[in-house]
């Protein structure tokens, strides 16, 4: 199309940045706001249906609802499963279950569609089953809030992922697991090692205090 000839009282450059604006629309509008390109969330759709069996938001999953995860935290821990510094420890079953299906991402194609894609999904509400001390929690938590943020909302510079989209037991779940070396333990684990450490001068209930402090916040409730 001869732009200047249609609109003569354009000039070059006004006509030209008016298409790039046009541009700039029929590339927002082919690709969904999460990032996904359409053909891409077809393969990622395809290849989350093989997590389905644990990852269902139905009840009796094995494994954690992972719906709304930002992508770059899955990315971390997917890529952490295929290497094996996460999932290969038999003393920790759930994990090596998730260690188990690592042939379902065996690539940074895959891990990348995946995570976008679990990003896209609307966090799941969930019935709160950890009873305990939210005030004694509240305190515990000062020492949390300079990675995992106020609110719970993570911060990804820091590697921390949000708390507030997890459910409480699988929350709990972890930190005891953190807490006796059972995630958190293998020496390529840098960002496991590092949270583990935290968890040091804690005691059980200062776990459960801890998690019904982040049930106030969460986005799942
Ligand atoms: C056989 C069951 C099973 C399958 C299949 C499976 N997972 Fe998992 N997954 C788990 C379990 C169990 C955990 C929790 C591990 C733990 O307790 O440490 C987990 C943990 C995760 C986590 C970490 C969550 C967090 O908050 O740290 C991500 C991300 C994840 N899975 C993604 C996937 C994706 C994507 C697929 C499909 C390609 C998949 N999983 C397939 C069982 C499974
Ligand atoms: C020095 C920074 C730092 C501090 C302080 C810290 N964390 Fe973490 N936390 C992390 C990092 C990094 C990870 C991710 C570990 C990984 O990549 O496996 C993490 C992971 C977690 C997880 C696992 C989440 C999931 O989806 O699997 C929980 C739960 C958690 N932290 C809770 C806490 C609590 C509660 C506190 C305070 C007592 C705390 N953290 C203090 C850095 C920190």
């Known amino acids: 199309m001869d732009c200047q000839k249609q609109n003569r009282g354009l000039s070059l ?12 629309w029929l590339l927002s509008a082919c690709s969904t706001k999460q990032g996904l390109s359409p053909e891409e969330l077809v393969e990622a759709k395809a290849a989350f249906e093989s997590c ?19 992508a770059w935290y899955s990315r971390q821990q997917l890529h952490k499963f295929l290497a094996g510094s996460r999932g290969q420890n038999p003393e920790n079953k759930s994990e090596l279950l998730m260690g ?44 949390c809030i300079p990675c995992h943020g106020a609110k719970g909302e993570g911060n990804e510079p820091l590697k921390s992922p949000p708390l507030n989209i997890q459910e409480d037991w699988y929350l709990l779940d972890q930190l005891r697991k953190f807490a006796s070396g059972k995630r958190g333990y293998h020496p390529e684990d840098i960002e496991g090692i590092q949270m583990a450490y935290t968890l040091v001068n804690l005691e059980g209930q200062d776990l459960r205090d801890l998690v019904a402090y982040i049930q106030e916040f969460s986005i799942s409730k």
Not at 13 to 24: D, H, M, N, R
Request: aromatic letters at 6%; glycine letters at 4%; proline letters at 9%.
């Open 100 to 143: 188990s299906a690592r042939d379902r991402f065996p690539d940074e194609r895959t891990i990348s569609l995946l995570s976008r894609y679990i990003e896209t999904l609307t966090p799941k509400p969930y019935q709160p089953v950890v009873k305990a001390d939210p005030e004694k929690g509240a305190a515990l938590y000062q020492s």
């Open 52 to 70: 389905l069996i644990c990852h269902s938001d139905q009840e009796m999953q094995r494994g954690p609802i992972i719906n709304g995860l930002p």
């Open 13 to 24: 450059a006004q006509c030209s940045s008016s298409l790039i604006l046009v541009f700039v």
